[in-house]
């Protein structure tokens, strides 16, 4: 069965400070990988998306991704953090079923963000 | 980035009545999903489906049930609410290929 662990459940930083938050899956096959971003009382907007191909993909709102393969990490980075970046960060990997793919989701990270 | 509506968002509701979700998409998507939420919780797949008149149960049994006649019309139903089901309900949709999961605003539900 596939599993996502994000190790931090809560990460605080300053205004223009860098982030790495981490993300660690499990799942025997080429995984699909994702981060979602969710802030107080909305649904999840997708940041970025791997499936093959450049291991570092960017994302929307300056984020990008790497994808490690021998450490089976897909961390979320930004150089430089916004205030309105504060949120919840959700790890996700997906696995194609016949046609279609369904999500396995870790327990999120909360982003804080110090002015 | 799909068009993804659920109403209604926020919902405080009696324990014994029945409610339903709904959620609609845009977009022409085949697939539709319902994940649920716990505050401060990863997400639940509960239901799929991967076209008219296709829905599955998801990786957490959930006592909801789903329909899907249209395309773009997704409803989830509880026929008799209790507090164990206060949660945040997600609607999800992806094209053909599902490599992509767009999602909905979310339905937050309290039952008392």
């Known amino acids: 069965a596939q599993s996502v662990t994000q190790p931090d459940i809560h990460i605080t930083v300053s205004e223009g400070a860098s982030l790495e938050l981490r993300c660690n899956y499990s799942?025997?096959?080429?995984?699909?990988l994702f981060w979602y971003v969710q802030s107080p009382g909305q649904g999840l907007q997708l940041l970025l998306k791997?499936?093959?191909?450049?291991?570092l993909v960017q994302g929307i709102k300056g984020f990008e991704a790497e994808f490690k393969r021998s450490q089976s990490s897909f961390n979320l980075r930004k150089p430089s953090v916004h205030w309105s970046d504060a949120a919840e960060y959700f790890c996700?990997?997906?696995?194609?079923?016949?046609?279609?793919?369904?999500?396995?989701f870790g327990t999120g990270t909360q982003l804080k963000v110090e002015l | 980035e799909a068009d993804i509506y659920q109403t209604p968002r926020y919902l405080v509701i009696g324990t014994g009545k029945k409610i339903t979700l709904e959620c609609s998409q845009t977009?022409?998507?085949?697939?539709m999903y319902w994940y649920q939420q716990d505050p401060g919780m990863e997400l639940h797949l509960i239901h799929y489906?991967?076209?008219?008149?296709?829905?599955e149960k998801g990786d957490l049994s959930s006592e909801s049930t789903v329909s899907r006649i249209r395309t773009e019309h997704f409803p989830l139903t509880l026929e008799s609410a209790r507090p164990s089901h206060t949660s945040q309900y997600l609607c999800?949709?992806?094209?053909?290929?599902?490599?992509?999961?767009?999602f909905g605003e979310g339905s937050w539900l309290t039952v008392v």
């Open positions: 999800a949709s992806s094209d053909r290929s599902g490599n992509t999961i767009y």
């Open positions: 489906s991967y076209g008219v008149n296709s829905t």
């Open positions: 799942y025997g096959a080429t995984p699909y």
């Open positions: 791997y499936f093959s191909g450049d291991t």
């Open positions: 996700a990997v997906g696995r194609n079923t016949g046609g279609g793919n369904k999500l396995t």
């Open positions: 977009m022409g998507h085949d697939k």
